[in-house]
């Protein structure tokens, strides 16, 4: 169940891009209507294969023309003021920003979390992040390392029953062995949300390196 935070259109995700079309990393709604007020960003707006670019006013306009459509698309989002009512941005460019994206893929409990789909690893229980924990499947007292394929996601429970031992010593079985990820999780969690299909158009196949704020 969503809960009110992340509901709000305005905690939605952007892809930004640099100069060439690279995606780079991913924002919110909020900061990218920031930068794109700002005049540091553009929209990027697809329609039927053609790339169209908007500066924020310009955006303002189609978005009040869009909203008096009969038709609306249930993936688009809405942010009402009290003047005027715009919509979510999906894609944004950096206007002055050439660099190429990262090419390391962050070690953090976010990534991690999301590698293992919010699963407790032993016993498959799909659990809020709060709820969750990160478990050494060799202890770090016996020389375990924290590492991709040494860290998986434990619910509390089964973290305090394994304790300091290794799975096979606590009877415990692992749902699948850790591994490092080849594509950013965060960004393939928000791949398969059909409100993020236009983000296929800019990110190849192994674009792990795109950072999810």
């Known amino acids: 169940m969503e809960d009110a935070r992340s509901s709000n259109p305005l905690n939605s995700s952007v892809l930004v891009v640099n100069r060439s079309y690279l995606a780079v990393h991913v924002v919110t709604v909020r900061r990218a209507f920031g930068l794109v007020y700002r005049q540091i960003a553009d929209i990027i707006d697809v329609s039927d294969g053609v790339y169209a670019s908007y500066d924020f006013d310009m955006w303002r306009e189609i978005s009040e023309f869009r909203s ?13 003021s009290v003047n005027f009512v715009i919509q979510a941005p ?29 699963c407790c690893q032993y016993c498959g229980e799909s659990l809020p992040h709060h709820r969750l924990s990160l478990d050494h499947v060799l202890p770090r007292s016996r020389g375990g390392k924290t590492t991709w ?5 434990s619910c509390l429970d ?5 304790g300091d031992r290794t799975p096979h010593e606590a009877r415990m079985t ?32 192994g674009a792990w390196s795109v950072d999810v704020k």
């Open 68 to 80: 008096a459509e009969p038709s609306v698309c249930e993936n688009d989002e809405w942010i009402h």
């Open 149 to 153: 394929e040494n860290i998986v996601c």
């Open 174 to 205: 692992l749902s699948r062995p850790p591994i490092r990820p080849k594509q950013s999780p965060l960004l393939m969690m928000k791949l398969g949300n059909p409100k993020y299909d236009v983000w296929k158009s800019f990110i190849p196949t």
């Open 158 to 162: 089964c973290n305090t029953r394994k």
């Open 90 to 118: 999906r894609v944004i460019r950096l206007v002055r920003f050439d660099r190429a994206p990262r090419q390391t893929l962050r070690f953090n409990r976010r990534n991690l979390l999301a590698r293992d789909n919010h």
